[in-house]
């Protein structure tokens, strides 16, 4: 690790996807670019880099570098986004709702997935993506999943796959949440509720919320902020239950695969909540977590094989779609019966 950090590829790397989550961000923030996000766009931009092969052959050894190591220290960062008191004050209903969100829509998501013939591996990574927060849950769960050297870029395009899965999805339906908020009937909170209920990205809730006011987007921050906070349990429940199906596969005992980044993700709340800071400096942590993700997303885009890409994501779609159409459906009633 600390040689790679001193090798030419991994400067090379640096520079590249650093530009790519530079821009990402840049365009993440103009108008109808929102939805999609500055994480989505540095992955395109990361694809695009591939145009031109001699950059992508210099930086080799550092875009495997930056697509895992940085991956676990965005995670960490984006830790200070989460407010524990906001979500403490937001009630056990939250909470709850939260959970059910969550566990159902992996569960079912997967299920459909694999009934489809979709891998085990791209079908949990879907399947995250769309029950907890898209894209950085893709990048969360995925070090949970182990596999051989040889497996490795077979590993790359699922993950790519999976978020861009979770972010097409996910823009349309924040489209399709917007167009029939009026015959919805429902009050700022519970349309609120639905957005940050329903929705894969922190982006889509937030642009949807919006839609609907100052109320409705607090109440679609703190349900989509309650999913957030599931990330870390969620990654050591499936570590350890993706560990489990392998070894009953026959393949050797591993150690028990605990998340630690997810530890660190924990922390950085812990003291974005309860340790006394500027606001401005909170801010920039969280803006450095996606510049950070960022640059993990571009380093995924760089490595993505094209063919493996097209040919294998048509049945993960049908599946994440079907889950999400299930999760708006129930979403609304929920909103309606109980906020």
């Not at 209903?93 to 998501?109: D, R, W």
């Not at 922190?202 to 906070?229: F, Y």
């Not at 885009?301 to 994501?313: C, E, H, I, R, Y």
Request: glycine share 10%.
């Amino acid at each position: 690790m600390y040689v790679k950090l001193f090798e030419r590829s991994f400067y090379y790397a640096l520079g590249m996807t650093l530009l790519c989550s530079i821009i990402g961000s840049f365009l993440g923030g103009l108008p109808y670019l929102t939805i999609i996000g500055a994480l989505v766009i540095s992955l395109i931009l990361g694809m695009m880099f591939q145009i031109y092969r001699p950059a992508i052959k210099k930086a080799e050894a550092g875009i495997g570098f930056i697509s895992n190591k940085f991956l676990r220290l965005g995670i960490i960062l984006l830790g200070f986004k989460l407010n524990l008191i906001d979500l403490a004050n937001a009630g056990v209903k939250t909470i709850l709702f939260a959970i059910c969100i969550v566990t159902g829509t992996i569960l079912l998501t997967y299920n459909i997935a694999r009934k489809f013939g979709v891998s085990k591996r791209l079908a949990i990574l879907t399947a995250s993506g769309t029950g907890i927060c898209g894209a950085a849950a893709v990048m969360g769960i995925s070090p949970q999943i182990k596999v051989s050297k040889e497996e490795e870029t077979a590993k790359h395009n699922e993950e790519v796959l999976a978020v861009a899965i979770v972010a097409i999805l996910g823009t349309v339906f924040t489209l399709i949440e917007i167009g029939i908020k009026p015959l919805l009937h429902m009050s700022s909170t519970q349309f609120g509720v639905m957005a940050g209920g329903s929705l894969h990205e922190i982006a889509h809730a937030i642009a949807t919320g919006g839609a609907g006011g100052s109320v409705s987007l607090s109440a679609a921050i703190i349900t989509k902020l309650s999913r957030v906070l599931l990330l870390a349990p969620a990654a050591l429940i499936i570590g350890i239950w993706y560990q489990r199906q392998e070894h009953v596969a026959g393949s050797e005992k591993q150690k028990l695969p605990i998340p630690w980044f997810m530890a660190g993700f924990l922390l950085a709340s812990v003291i974005g909540t309860f340790v006394p800071m500027p606001a401005n400096v909170l801010a920039m942590l969280v803006k450095l977590a996606y510049l950070v993700l960022g640059m993990a997303m571009a380093a995924l885009g760089m490595s993505v094989n094209f063919k493996a890409f097209l040919s294998s994501g048509k049945n993960a779609v049908l599946a994440a779609s079907s889950a999400s159409v299930v999760l708006l459906i129930f979403t609304i009633v929920v909103s309606k019966t109980f906020f």
